[in-house]
């Protein structure tokens, strides 16, 4: 996925393990202020399935956050079937992207960078 999305423009990537490596490098970068999340967070894709913390749950997290709720968070998964689709909606995702549909990540996320 980084080439694929280096290679449609997106260069400065940040990758991370699992959701609560994500979640924890969030709430650091939050607690340096809306300015330094504006600046440094366009958006972000998790999957479902996760060690530690699955996506739904960090999404959850993301969104209640005052300071990160205003990130995209697009879910971009194996697993999502019509109840799970469900579910992305009712924790908040912006939008949701069965894989290995990666013309259609891109698509996606050209819409809310771009």
Known sequence: ?????????????????????????????????????????????????????DGHHLTVKIKENQLLSHIPVLIFSSLITNDLFHKGERVGANAQVSKPEIVKLVETIDQFVK
């Open 1 to 53: 996925m980084q080439d694929t999305l280096s290679e449609a423009g997106y260069g400065s990537l940040q990758f991370f393990e699992n959701g609560k490596s994500a979640w924890e490098f969030l709430e650091l970068l939050a607690e340096e202020g809306m300015e330094e999340v504006r600046k440094s967070i366009d958006l972000i894709i998790t999957d479902i399935e996760m060690p530690q913390m």
